[in-house]
């Protein structure tokens, strides 16, 4: 897809990709260099493992958005291709 960068140098991230990577607006990113590729991802969540039940989990550090039925599905669509 193809875009146009603006005088200042910004680039409109169109809404089709936005929507497939969950970025709203307001939303921050993180862009980075790869191999001669700008890469633009939704930020990391930092996270942390923790002992719950005896078992290792993986907790967030920060409030996440609660998950809609419709994310899920999408996920288990794709890992089960």
Same mark, same amino acid.
């Given at each position: 897809m193809r875009v146009t960068i603006d005088a200042a140098g910004r680039v409109v991230i169109p809404k089709p990709l936005r929507d497939a990577i969950g970025l709203g607006a307001g $939303?921050? =990113?993180e862009i980075q260099l790869v191999d001669g590729r700008l890469v633009v991802a939704p930020p990391?969540? @930092?996270k942390r493992v923790e002992t719950r039940g005896g078992r290792a989990t993986i907790v967030a550090e920060e409030d996440l958005p609660p998950l809609? +039925? $419709? =994310? =899920? @599905? +999408? =996920?288990l669509d794709s890992i089960r291709r």
């Open positions: $939303g921050e =990113v990391a969540v @930092r809609s +039925d $419709g =994310v =899920v @599905r +999408d =996920v």
